[in-house]
């Protein structure tokens, strides 16, 4: 069965600090690949995704993410973390199967704490 | 505009009592889903509906869990004879798109945090 792996359950940063989160999946076909982010009170939301194309992609808010195929990987960076940052970020996958279904996958949770 | 809405936004219920969770969508996407996030499983895959077609249902963990969709916008998602590892927050998305457009971003609504006592 497929699986997302997020080996990072909890970080604490500074602010100005440089985050790196680190995202695996076991599959070898196509994939779409997502990062969503849960402020504190508030719902999952959208921060990037890659579905072709350019595997270095920008999202809102300063992140971006690359996705490598070889290592089946999609680590999510941000050059300088702010506190509003401090939130639980999700890695997803969405599987091709040629259109049977759009389910996504998801990875337990990283949560950043940003200290000011 | 009006985003994915659920209800109720909290629930208790008694070991064994039937729920229902009530999901309205954006209006305009054709495809809505259910996971469940608790405290140790992550976020779930729970059922996925897509217009007509018949849902996926490979998620759902026992046949005590049980959703439809009605005229293809609401949904309401049922757990029959409730246990306490039921206890989890229930999220319902929706997305605009037929079957194999699995890069459309799902839209999350707020969750129904079901607690069984």
């Known amino acids: 069965a497929q699986s997302v792996s997020q080996h990072n359950h909890h970080v604490i940063l500074s602010e100005a600090a440089s985050l790196e989160l680190g995202c695996n999946y076991s599959?070898?076909?196509?994939?779409?690949l997502f990062w969503y982010v849960q402020y504190p009170g508030q719902h999952l939301q959208l921060l990037l995704k890659?579905?072709?194309?350019?595997?270095l992609v920008k999202g809102i808010k300063g992140f971006e993410a690359e996705f490598i195929k070889s290592k089946f990987s999609f680590n999510l960076r941000k050059p300088s973390v702010q506190w509003s940052d401090t939130a639980e970020y999700f890695c997803?996958?969405?599987?091709?199967?040629?259109?049977?279904?759009?389910?996504?996958?998801f990875g337990t949770g990283t949560l950043l704490a940003v200290q000011p | 505009g009006a985003g994915v809405s659920q209800s109720p936004s909290n629930k208790v219920t008694e070991k064994g009592k039937d729920v229902e969770l009530r999901c309205d969508p954006i209006?305009?996407?054709?495809?809505l889903y259910w996971y469940r996030q608790s405290l140790g499983q992550g976020l779930e895959f729970l059922i996925y509906?897509?217009?007509?077609?018949?849902?996926?249902k490979s998620g759902l963990p026992s046949d005590r869990f049980s959703a439809e969709r009605t005229g293809g916008s609401v949904s309401t998602l049922t757990i029959q004879r409730t246990q306490q590892e039921d206890s989890a927050v229930y999220l319902c998305?929706?997305?605009?798109?037929?079957?194999?457009?699995?890069?459309?971003?799902?839209?999350f609504g707020p969750g129904t945090r079901l607690t069984v006592t």
């Open positions: 998305a929706s997305s605009y798109g037929p079957p194999g457009t699995g890069s459309y971003e799902q839209y």
């Open positions: 599959y070898g076909g196509t994939v779409n």
């Open positions: 890659y579905f072709s194309g350019d595997p």
């Open positions: 997803a996958v969405n599987v091709d199967y040629g259109g049977a279904t759009n389910k996504l996958i």
């Open positions: 209006s305009g996407h054709t495809a």
């Open positions: 509906f897509q217009g007509n077609s018949a849902p996926d």
